[in-house]
C-alpha cells in the first residue's frame, strides 16, 4: 500500500516546503507515500524542494484551476490510495501513523483537522464520525484517503476537496 499525495500549488513557494518537509520526515522508511506536485503558476518548485525520489511532478500547467491541476497528478499518481491535500495545508505530528493505522482497518479513511488562522482556533473535532449529516460542519478541514479506483475526475469547475469527501462517503454507505 501507498498513498500519493496530489497537491496542486499556486503561488505555493511560501507554504509548500514546509508541508513536504513534514510528509518525508514522518514517513520515513516506515511509511510508504508519494507526493505528486502540479504546478500550475509557472514557477519551478523544483528549486525549492528536497531532490527525493518520494516526489513526482506531474505535467505543468498555467492558471488552469486546482481541479485540472488535481487531474493532472492523478494521472501521475502511482498509489494505491490517493489524498488530496492544499498546498497550504498543516499536519499533526502523527498524520501519517494516523492514515496507516486507519487503513489496516478500512479501505478508506477521513481525517478532521484542528483549523487554526491567525494562530486562533477556528474549528476542532466535533465529532469522531464523518457522515452526511455533519459534513458541512466538517467542510474545509478533512483530508480523506481512499483506494485510487475510487477517485473521481474533476469537472473543470469544481475545485475543492469536498467533491472527494462526499465521493468517499458515498462508497462507504454515508458514514
Known sequence: MKVSFLIATHNAQDTLPSLVSKLLSQAGTVYPIELVISEDDGFNYKEILPKDNRIVYAE???????SVARNRALKK????????MDSD??????????IYKGLKENNAVALRTVYIKDEKEIRTFESKELDYKNFSSFYGSVHT??????????LDVVSEDGVSTLNVLSKKNGT
Not at 505543468?60 to 486546482?66: D, I
Open 89 to 98: 495545508d498543516d499536519i499533526s505530528e502523527n498524520y501519517l501513523k494516523n
Open 145 to 154: 484517503v481512499a483506494p485510487k479506483e475510487w477517485t473521481v475526475k474533476y
Open 60 to 66: 505543468k500547467g498555467l492558471n488552469s484551476g486546482p
Open 77 to 84: 499518481s502511482t498509489g494505491t490510495h490517493i489524498s488530496l
